[in-house]
T-cell receptor, first 113, second 111 residues
Framework: NAGVTQTPKFRVLKTGQSMTLLCAQD?????MYWYRQDPGMGLRLIHY???????AKGEVPDGYNVSRLKKQNFLLGLESAAPSQTSVYFC????????????FGPGTRLLVL | LAKTTQPISMDSYEGQEVNITCSHN???????ITWYQQFPSQGPRFIIQ???TKVTNEVASLFIPADRKSSTLSLPRVSLSDTAVYYC????????????FGSGTRLQVQP
């Protein structure tokens, strides 16, 4: 039981490049989330999903897209990376509601030059 | 949104009890109060959750007054390994309101 895993762990992009971050969970959770955390700051919700095939915007969705084609996977895409998107990205999942315990992945550190 | 307010930072010494208070004046009837702990370079992890009065587990206690407009996380006899950022979350079952972490409280435990 791996819990929540994230791929890749670290990535460097040039401005304008695109990439996809992958989050996978093996706990059969309905809810999945993508957060970003800037240095010395709290976590801000980017997008979330309440089930397979559904997605919703969070606090800071601009510049990101997501997809949840399979229940266990939640993808975060950056179509045209900007330096302002330099951050640590955390994925999380919870069983059936945001109030229930959220289990976090180890994070992806992204640097946009 | 159910906005929360916490102290930015706190200092303590090993063996002391630490109490971190979170204000949430706009808490809704269905909202629960949840606390997470985050170590550097790691994702947050769940500590404790409550709705009213007092909740205790093997790690911490959570005190919630009758009006539920604040809550206090209590860490008994802290050690150096309790140095971390602590987040208070307030939210309901669905929607964006459930998922606001805020800036958290940075706890530094000294020997």
């Amino acid at each position: 039981n791996a819990g929540v895993t994230q791929t890749p762990k670290f990535r460097v992009l040039k401005t304008g490049q695109s990439m996809t971050l992958l989050c996978a969970q093996d706990m059969n959770h309905e809810y999945m989330y993508w957060y970003r955390q800037d240095p010395g700051m709290g976590l801000r919700l980017i997008h979330y999903s309440v089930g397979e095939g559904t997605t919703a915007k969070g606090e800071v969705p601009d510049g990101y897209n997501v997809s949840r084609l399979k229940k266990q996977n939640f993808l975060l895409g950056l179509e045209s990376a900007a330096p302002s998107q330099t951050s640590v990205y955390f994925c999380a999942s919870s069983r059936a509601s945001p109030q229930e315990t959220q289990y976090f992945g180890p994070g992806t550190r992204l640097l946009v030059l | 949104l159910a906005k929360t307010t916490q102290p930015i930072s706190m200092d303590s010494y090993e063996g002391q009890e630490v109490n971190i208070t979170c204000s949430h004046n706009n808490i809704a009837t269905n909202d629960y109060i949840t606390w997470y702990q985050q170590f550097p370079s790691q994702g947050p992890r769940f500590i404790i959750q409550g709705y009213k009065t007092k909740v205790t587990n093997e790690v911490a206690s959570l005190f919630i007054p009758a009006d539920r407009k604040s809550s206090t996380l209590s860490l008994p006899r802290v050690s150096l390994s309790d140095t971390a950022v602590y987040y208070c979350l307030v939210g309901g079952d669905t929607g964006r309101r459930a998922l606001t972490f805020g800036s958290g409280t940075r706890l530094q435990v000294q020997p």
